[in-house]
């Protein structure tokens, strides 16, 4: 059976998550007592390995029981259980404006006196131990509803045991860093067309910023370093079972230099990899890059050691 969790702070999608799940064919329980999970997971791996299982498991449970959340599992993986923790966030600030806009209350002040930014950072701290165990976490910060239902189906109900999925995104600075990014890369140290103003228009997807940025050394010598780094350690990643990977590279404003280095990477692992996610948060573009792998990362020997400026 195939086993997905789904946790998070409250207002970040998880409702959305698992509604996006269950109409995958997913038996989906909302609000599930983390002690019940075993008996649960027993219950339906009785039906067989085609059963698909997703639940969420989040501050709404009773006192005490997310402690022991970590020990049931690890039970899980002893009894060698298919499963996926998947945990959403979202910036503080925005939690804030999207319980303001509703006038929801959040779980945390039903039963206190504790004030909205109280709640939203006293569940965060509750939560902190389960955002440690996630396979993957994902920023819903400026995904639309419909982005969220994509990243789940794609990322999540797409995933095959022992495969890496691989994601590069490119983003903007004065927006702030993704919450999600795994690994981050600095590219605001190369030259930059937004100064040209015949290229401000443009983004690093269009074939004058390609141009403009393909002509220095410099552009080329980090892109392969960085190239040669990711292919130097995706394999120890994917050795320590880790099954997702979001490799964030940055410019001032995410339009120009960012753009065009997330899509020179993610068009040169694609040989390694047979499929990289590509996002560019500040364009809002998401899509896959495939192609027929010439070695896999999975066959590669591993080792037990570990719009304003651009």
Known sequence: MQLVIISGRSGSGKSIALQALEDLGYYAID??????????????????????????????????????????????????IDFQVIYLTTDARILLERYSATRRRHPLTRDSEMTLEEA?????????????????LI??????????????????????RDQLTLTLESFGYKRGVPLDADLVFDVRCLPNPYWDPTLRQFTGRDAQIVDFLSGYPIVDAM??????????????????????????????????????????????????????????????LHYTLSEQPAASLANVPHTDEPQETS
């Open 139 to 160: 920023d819903t910060s400026r995904l639309s509803v419909h982005d969220l239902r994509r990243r789940i189906t794609d990322q999540v109900a797409h995933q095959q």
């Open 120 to 136: 939203i950072n006293k569940e965060e701290e509750t939560l902190h131990d389960i955002r440690d165990l996630a396979d993957l």
């Open 223 to 284: 892109s392969n370093d960085i190239q040669a780094w990711l292919e130097r350690w995706l394999p120890a990643y994917l050795n320590s079972q880790r099954s997702y990977m979001t490799i964030a590279i940055g410019c001032t404003g995410g339009q120009h230099r960012s753009v065009y280095m997330t899509e020179q990477l993610a068009k040169r692992l694609t040989t390694s990899m047979g499929e990289v996610q590509l996002r560019h948060r500040e364009l809002g």
């Open 31 to 80: 609000n599930l007592p983390a002690m019940l999970l075993g008996s649960l997971v027993d219950e339906l791996r009785g039906q067989g390995n085609r059963a698909h299982l997703a639940v969420s498991i989040d501050a709404r449970n009773l006192p005490g029981a997310l402690e022991q959340l970590p020990s049931l599992l690890e039970e899980l993986r002893q009894r060698q």
